[in-house]
C-alpha cells in the first residue's frame, strides 16, 4: 500500500470513528433534555389536576372523574389522562387511551418512588411521554394519575444530527485531501529540497548556497543542516588543500594546520588573549542590539588561533551595548553563530580610557614608536591611568586562569607594556608572549620617555616578545642594553635579567591568501568591476587607483595625494582617464592631531580636484567612512594599483591584503620602504613616501606596465603571501612560546 494511502486512510476511519461518538453522545445529551422540559411540563399540568381528583377518588365519585379526563379529549397538549385506583385499575381514561396498558406501569413506577415519575414508551413506532403521580388522603394511598403526551419530538434530534455528522465528515474528509494536497506542494516540497540538497553535500558537491530559503518549523533545522554543511565543505576544502600540499611536497600553513599544531603545542594548556580590541562589539541600533566585527588586523591574526583551541580573549568591552548580554562573570561564547571560545571584557571609566588609550597609549607611545614626525606627548596622569588599567587587565587575566594549570598568555601591543610583568610576579608558571605589531624606534629616539626603564622592565617580563622585523629586534635589544642593567645575549637575541630570560624574535604578521583565479576571465572580472565602481564614485574614468587607511598621520596620505597631483602635473595625459579613489576611515579623533589631521586631508583632496576636475571627472574621489572587508575587496579587485605611503610602518596589512585579493594575478602595488611589508614584497614598486616625484613616477609606471610584468609580480608576491600567511605567523609565535621551558619560576629559552 503507498505510503500516501497508509497515512490517509486511518486518518479517515479515526474521524468518522471521532465523529460517530460525538453524534452518540450529542443524540443522547438532547434527548435528555426533551424528555426533562416534557416532565417539567407535565409535572406543572398535573399539579393542578391533583386537587380536582383527590376530593373526588376519596368520595369514589367515578363520574365527576370521568368529567374530569373527558376534558382532555381534544387538548392538544396531551394524548389524554388516566385515573386509578390504589390497585392499578382504570377508572376513569381519556378515550384516546384505551386499552394502554402503559400508564397503569408508570403507575407502578410512580408508587413506588412515592412522587411523579415520567417515561418515555413506544406504541408501535410513536413514542410517548407518560408522567404518573401517586395520590393520598391522610398519608392513605388513594390511587394514581397518568398523563401521557406525544414524546415524537425526541426522535427528531437523532435524525438531524446524523444528518449533519454526514455532511461534517464529508467536508471534513475534503478538508484532509485538501490539507494533504497543500503539504505535498509545500511541506514536501521543502522535504524533498532538503533531501537533494544533503544528498548533494554527502557526494562531496560544494553546499548550493543555503537551506535558509525553507520557511517554518522547518528553518531552525535548514540553519543547523547549513552551518553543519559549511563546517564540512570547509573541512573537506582543507583536507584537499593538505593533500595536495603534501603531494607538491610543500609545506604551506592553512587553518586546519595551525588547528592541529596549535592543540598539538598547547596539550592540556588553556590559551588566553589580551588586547584593547575586541573580536566582536554589540551595538544598539533601531532593530536592537546589532554585532558588529571591527576591521582589524589584530582580530583576523589572532581569531583563527583562539577558534584552534576554544581559548579565551580579554579585551576592553567598548560597545555600548556590550554590558547587556555577558553574563555575571562578564564573559559570553563567540563567534554568536557558532560559539567556539569564549570572551571576557574589561570595562574602563571614561578617565580610564581617556588617560590610558588616548592619552598614553597614542599620544604618546604611538608617535615616540613611528617617528613620523608628530611630537609625543607625556602626561604624568596619563601614566597613572596606564598602569591602572595594565594592572586592572592583569586582575582579569588571573582571575580567568585560576584553576589553569601552566596557562599560556598572549599579549597584544603596546597598550599592554607592564602587563607580562605583572602576571608573571602572581603566576611564575604561565609561559607568557607579547607582540609588539607597532615599529620599535633606535634607542635615542625611546630614550625620550620618562618611563622607558618601567616600559622596558614590564616588557621583560614576557618569556618571548615579538616584532614584525628583524630589525625592530635590534633596536629593542640596543634600547634594553642602554637602559636597564641586564643581559643582552646577541647570539641567542634574548635579555638575561634578574634570573629570567626573554627571546625576542621576528614574527612578520600576514594574512590569508586564497589560490589562483578559476577559468572565469579575470581581468574582464576587475574592468567589469571598474565599470561598476567608478560610476558610482561620480566620475567618468578608465583607470582606478586606490588607498585604504585609517586617517592617521603614520599612513603619509598627505603626502599620497601631493604624489597624485605631482603625477597630473607632469602627466597630463592621465586627467580625465586615471582616479584614485582613497577610503579613509575617521580613527581616534577625540584626539586633537586626528581631529587636525582629517581636516587636512580633506582640504588636500579638495584643492588638487578644484585645480584638476572636470565637469565630469576629478582625480581625487575621498571616502570619509568605515567599509566593511566586502566593500574594501571590490577596490582592490577593480584597481589597476593601490598605493601605500606609510611614512613608517610595523608591517602595514593593507599591503598584504590587496596581494591576497588578486587571485586574477593583475594589479600593481606601489609600497613605501618604511613598511615592514616591503621587506618581503619585494615585487612591489617601492617608493620613498617624502619624495613626491617619485611618487609620481611610481603611478605613471604602474599605470604603463605590460600585462605580463603585472602578473609576474603579482604573482612572485602572492606566492610570498600564500607561504608566509598569518596561519604561519600565529603557529610559530605559539610554538616558539610553548617550546619555552619554566622552571621553579625561572624561564630558559629553548635552542
Not at 159 to 187: E, K, N, P, T
Request: charged share 25%; net charge neutral; glycine share 6%.
Amino acid at each position: 500500500m503507498p505510503a500516501k494511502r497508509r497515512f490517509i486512510l486511518p486518518l479517515i476511519g479515526g474521524l468518522l470513528v471521532f465523529s460517530a461518538a460525538f453524534a452518540f453522545y450529542e443524540v443522547s445529551a438532547e434527548k435528555r433534555g426533551l424528555q426533562q422540559e416534557l416532565d417539567r411540563r407535565a409535572a406543572g399540568m398535573a399539579a393542578g389536576l391533583v386537587d380536582a381528583v383527590e376530593p373526588a377518588l376519596a368520595r369514589g365519585a367515578i363520574a365527576d372523574l370521568r368529567r374530569i379526563v373527558q376534558r382532555f379529549n381534544s387538548d392538544d397538549r396531551v394524548l389524554g389522562v388516566a385515573i386509578f385506583d390504589r390497585l392499578g385499575t382504570p377508572l376513569a381514561v381519556t378515550a384516546r387511551l384505551a386499552g394502554m396498558a402503559h400508564a397503569s406501569d408508570a403507575f407502578a413506577a410512580a408508587q413506588d418512588h412515592r412522587q411523579g415519575i415520567g417515561t418515555v414508551v413506544r406504541v408501535g413506532a410513536t413514542p410517548l411521554h407518560v408522567f404518573a403521580v401517586p395520590l393520598y388522603s391522610d398519608q392513605q394511598l388513594l390511587g394514581g394519575l397518568a398523563l401521557v403526551q406525544d414524546a415524537s419530538e425526541i426522535d427528531a434530534p437523532g435524525a438531524r444530527v446524523l444528518r449533519d455528522m454526514l455532511w461534517h465528515g464529508v467536508v471534513q474528509a475534503m478538508l484532509i485531501v485538501v490539507s494533504l494536497m497543500f503539504i505535498r506542494a509545500s511541506v514536501a516540497g521543502q522535504i524533498q529540497h532538503a533531501a537533494a540538497w544533503i544528498r548533494s553535500v554527502h557526494a562531496g558537491k560544494r553546499a548550493p548556497a543555503s537551506l535558509l530559503s525553507l520557511g517554518g518549523v522547518f528553518r531552525p533545522l535548514a540553519r543547523e543542516v547549513t552551518d553543519l554543511a559549511r563546517s564540512l565543505d570547509a573541512a573537506r576544502a582543507a583536507a584537499e588543500q593538505e593533500a595536495q600540499l603534501r603531494d607538491a611536497s610543500e609545506s604551506r600553513w592553512t587553518a586546519e594546520r595551525l588547528r592541529v599544531s596549535v592543540r598539538g603545542k598547547l596539550q592540556n594548556s588553556p590559551l588566553f588573549v589580551v588586547a584593547n580590541r575586541e573580536p566582536y562589539m554589540h551595538v544598539l541600533s533601531e532593530h536592537g542590539v546589532a554585532v558588529l566585527v571591527p576591521a582589524s588586523g589584530l582580530v583576523t591574526a589572532i581569531e583563527p588561533v583562539l577558534l584552534a583551541c576554544a581559548g579565551t580573549w580579554i579585551a576592553h568591552g567598548s560597545g555600548n551595548a556590550d554590558r547587556t548580554v555577558t553574563d555575571d562573570h562578564d564573559r559570553l561564547p563567540v563567534p554568536p553563530d557558532q560559539p567556539r571560545y569564549t570572551l571576557r571584557r574589561v570595562w574602563l571609566t571614561d578617565n580610564e580610557e581617556k588617560g590610558y588609550y588616548q592619552g598614553f597609549a597614542n599620544e604618546g607611545l604611538w608617535p615616540l614608536c613611528h617617528i613620523a614626525h608628530t611630537r609625543p606627548i607625556f602626561r604624568p596622569d596619563d601614566w597613572q591611568q596606564y598602569q591602572a588599567v595594565n594592572h586592572k587587565f592583569a586582575d582579569a587575566v588571573l582571575e580567568e586562569m585560576a584553576d589553569s594549570e601552566h596557562p599560556v598568555v598572549l599579549v597584544q601591543d603596546y597598550h599592554f607594556a607592564l602587563l607580562p610583568r605583572l602576571l608573571k610576579e602572581r603566576r611564575p608558571d604561565t609561559r607568557v608572549a607579547i607582540f609588539w605589531h607597532i615599529p620599535w624606534p633606535n634607542s635615542e629616539a625611546f630614550g625620550i620617555c620618562p618611563w622607558q626603564r618601567e616600559l622596558l622592565d614590564g616588557l621583560l617580563g614576557a618569556d618571548l616578545i615579538g616584532f614584525h622585523t628583524q630589525f625592530h629586534c635590534n633596536n629593542f635589544l640596543e634600547t634594553v642594553e642602554r637602559s636597564l642593567e641586564s643581559v643582552v645575549e646577541w647570539e641567542r637575541f634574548s635579555v638575561r635579567r634578574n634570573g629570567h630570560s626573554t627571546s625576542v624574535r621576528p614574527f612578520p604578521i600576514s594574512v590569508a591568501c586564497g589560490g589562483k583565479a578559476t577559468e572565469a576571465d579575470a581581468s574582464a572580472s576587475s574592468a567589469r568591476l571598474r565599470a561598476e565602481i567608478l560610476p558610482d564614485l561620480g566620475v567618468d574614468a578608465t583607470s582606478l587607483g586606490v588607498g585604504v587607511d585609517r586617517v592617521d598621520y603614520t599612513k603619509g596620505i598627505i603626502e599620497r595625494f601631493q604624489g597624485l597631483e605631482r603625477c597630473f602635473e607632469r602627466f597630463p595625459a592621465y586627467r580625465g582617464r586615471f582616479t584614485f579613489a582613497q577610503i579613509a576611515a575617521p580613527s581616534r579623533t577625540d584626539i586633537s592631531r586626528y581631529a587636525d589631521l582629517l581636516r587636512e586631508v580633506d582640504s588636500e583632496a579638495d584643492r588638487i580636484n578644484r585645480k584638476f576636475q572636470t565637469r565630469s571627472w576629478k582625480p581625487i574621489v575621498l571616502l570619509k567612512r568605515h567599509h566593511s572587508h566586502e566593500e574594501i575587496a571590490r577596490y582592490y579587485r577593480a584597481a589597476d594599483l593601490c598605493l601605500i605611503t606609510a611614512l613608517h610602518d610595523g608591517m602595514n596589512l593593507v599591503a598584504k591584503e590587496f596581494v591576497a585579493s588578486r587571485d586574477d594575478e593583475q594589479g600593481v602595488l606601489i609600497l613605501s620602504a618604511f613598511a615592514g611589508a616591503s621587506h618581503e614584497l619585494s615585487d612591489a614598486i617601492i617608493v620613498n613616501p617624502y619624495d613626491i616625484d617619485q611618487i609620481a613616477d611610481a603611478i605613471h609606471r604602474a599605470l604603463e606596465m605590460s600585462p605580463d610584468e603585472r602578473r609576474s609580480r603579482m604573482q612572485r608576491m602572492r606566492q610570498v603571501v600564500a607561504e608566509r600567511n598569518v596561519y604561519r605567523w600565529a603557529g610559530s609565535l605559539i610554538a616558539e612560546l610553548c617550546d619555552i621551558r619554566v622552571e621553579k619560576g625561572q624561564t630558559v629559552a629553548a635552542g
